[in-house]
Nanobody
Framework: VQLQAFGGGLVQAGGSLRLSCVVS?????????MGWYRQAPGKQRELVVR???????????TYGDSVKGRFTISRDNAKRTMFLQMNSLKPDDTAVYYC???????????WGQGTEVTVSS
C-alpha cells in the first residue's frame, strides 16, 4: 500500500486549502484507521484527524482540538482518495501534513510522503 499526499502550498491567514491523499497498491479491506497528521518545525508530529472504520457497529472520527470546526476529512472510495479541507487557516497551521493508514488486522502503518503547508500572517 502506498499513500501519496499533495495539495500543500502557501496561503494567507484566513484562507483555505484542500489536501488530497491517493492510496495505491494494495487494499486495506478490514478494520482500519485513516487520517492526517502534521509536524511543525521543531515540534512533534500531532494528530489532525483520524477516522476509524470497520470496527464494531460503525466508525468514529476524531479531530485534533486545534482544528475542530475548521478542518474536514472526506473520502472518495471510488477514487481511493482521502481529502482534508482546511478553512480559516492560521499561521499555527504551518506544518508538513502527512496522510496515514493503519491496517488494524496486520497492524501495519503506512505513511504518505508529506505535503508542506505554509500560512502567512
Amino acid at each position: 500500500v502506498q499513500l501519496q499526499a499533495f495539495g500543500g502550498g502557501l496561503v494567507q491567514a484566513g484562507g483555505s486549502l484542500r489536501l488530497s491523499c491517493v492510496v495505491s497498491g494494495g487494499n486495506i479491506t478490514g478494520p482500519n484507521v485513516m487520517g492526517w497528521y502534521r509536524q511543525a518545525p521543531g515540534k512533534q508530529r500531532e494528530l489532525v484527524v483520524r477516522v476509524v472504520s470497520g470496527v464494531g457497529s460503525g466508525g468514529s472520527t476524531t479531530y485534533g482540538d486545534s482544528v475542530k470546526g475548521r478542518f474536514t476529512i472526506s473520502r472518495d472510495n471510488a477514487k481511493r482518495t482521502m481529502f482534508l479541507q482546511m478553512n480559516s487557516l492560521k499561521p499555527d497551521d504551518t506544518a508538513v501534513y502527512y496522510c496515514a493508514a493503519l491496517d488494524l488486522k496486520s497492524m501495519k502503518m503506512y505513511w504518505g510522503q508529506g505535503t508542506e503547508v505554509t500560512v502567512s500572517s
